[in-house]
């Protein structure tokens, strides 16, 4: 049986053959990004600056690291004792101001195997397009500059880089109106993200494609996975065929 690099390099191969783009879709957070960090570096932030006033804080936060980080910000501090309402709700407003803004993305770093993995199929002629729900206004310049540090293709004739126009935007209605243009852009061949739903979404628009879901936090009361669907914890298991 191939592995699902195998399946995905052959897809490119005939799409090629075919004189079609092949394009792969990549989600950012929590898919080739883990925003952990970003989160991680917020809460020391508050904790710093209000050491104080709240010691208490500080010395738990001290004692956070990134695999600490859950989805919500309150659910993290909770799990580490924290539970005063006013408390989580002026950390949860101090977070919602910095996590989606540009300073703030240079924190993150890329998933296991990320880089080498959009390399090997950019290498075997690949479009990889970056498709997000981090908004241009607020997040393109971080988004390209860690991209660009991290060594990731990016800003080549050959990639893509979508971010949504607006922050209000949903992500799961940004992602699904960008469907017909990748479409109309070449051939899906594979996409991955970390959020069940949007992993359905691509699924239904892309039979075809290979779609992979990372093993990552995602939003809260998520769909059930579609059956075709891969799930994977990293990018370096499919690089060693254990997939
Ligand atoms: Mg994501």
């Known amino acids: 049986m191939s592995t699902i690099l195998a399946r995905i390099l052959e897809k490119i191969e005939r799409t090629r053959q075919q004189g ?45 690291a990134a695999r600490d980080i859950l989805y919500g910000v309150s659910d993290t501090l909770r799990s580490v004792g924290i539970d005063n309402e006013s408390l989580l709700k002026q950390i949860q407003n101090f977070w919602f101001d910095r996590f989606f803004t540009n300073a703030y993305l240079l924190h993150d770093l890329p998933t296991e195997g990320a880089v080498e993995f959009v390399h090997r199929v950019y290498q075997a002629q690949a479009i990889p397009a970056y498709l997000t729900g981090r908004d241009a206004p607020n997040m393109l310049l971080g988004t390209i500059q860690t991209l660009q540090r991290d060594g990731f293709p990016v800003g080549t004739v050959d990639t893509r880089t979508i971010l949504k126009p607006n ?63 891969i799930q994977i914890p990293h990018f370096a298991h499919l690089l060693r065929g254990q997939a």
């Open 20 to 64: 079609r783009d092949p394009l792969i879709v990549f989600d950012l957070d929590g898919t080739i990004y883990n925003n952990a960090p970003r989160t991680l570096r917020i809460l020391q932030e508050f904790a710093h600056q209000h050491a104080f006033e709240q010691p208490r804080l500080l010395n738990k936060i001290e004692q956070l």
């Open 167 to 229: 922050f209000k935007i949903g992500d799961s209605a940004y992602k699904q109106s960008v469907v017909d243009h990748l479409r109309q852009a070449g051939d899906v061949v594979a996409v991955f993200d970390n959020e069940p739903g949007l992993c359905n979404l691509f699924l239904r628009a892309f039979p075809e494609a290979v779609v992979v879901r990372l093993d990552m936090p995602h939003a809260p009361n998520p769909e059930s996975l579609l059956e075709d669907i």
